[in-house]
């Protein structure tokens, strides 16, 4: 398996592998990588098309074999719980795959309840074998959120807030992110992670990842 202009499902950097099932995101935010590159880590992530079940299966397999991965990163150039059920399946057959011995996380916006109307969404990641989530949260108000990451719907704010709840609630364990940027008042995003009980991680911004 090499590193070339052929888009990618499967990338990996340092010993985490990622999957990048989908290119589509509820989001816009004005500083995504995806606006300044086509791919992370020399891997090509822009997708021609949404890859199939057993597409991502099979470049999983390959790449499973290549040495002990530390953990496996739902994390590509879009927001994977627009494909709720191909990640669940995936994640179901990862955990079968590797008998639970790899952890499996999903980065996200924060926008499953809000593109899954009337699932579980948090629950159903859970049960699926999906251990953590980290979710992104670039904004400390509705305003600053909807200047920061453009949503395709109001209350993008809130929606995220919601799916950290459900997700601590559920079982999961939980960060969420912000990135290191004037545009983000970090000590009020700090002091909104804090209402939520849940720790901050601060990614520092060089267009080269969320
Ligand atoms: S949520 Fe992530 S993938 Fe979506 S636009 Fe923002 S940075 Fe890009």
Known sequence: MVRGEKPRI????????????????SNRCWFCIRNFKTGVGGFNLKLEREPTIDEVKAELEEALGLRRWSEVVFCGFGESTARLDVLLEVARWIRE???????????????GYVLNKGRNVAEELHDAGVRSVSVS???HDE??????CRPEFSGGFAAVLDFV??????GLD????????PEVNMEKVKAVAE???VPLR???YIPCFW
């Open 202 to 204: 601060i990614r520092d």
């Open 165 to 170: 709840k459900k997700a601590k609630k559920a």
């Open 10 to 25: 499967v990338y990996w950097l340092d010993n985490s592998l990622y999957l990048n099932i989908t290119n589509r995101c």
């Open 143 to 148: 305003e600053s959120y909807a200047e920061n």
């Open 97 to 111: 795959r590797c008998d639970g011995s790899i952890p499996i996380r999903v980065d996200t916006n924060g926008h």
């Open 137 to 139: 949260l670039n904004g």
């Open 174 to 181: 939980v960060e969420v992110s912000a990135v290191r940027m």
């Open 195 to 197: 209402s939520l009980c």
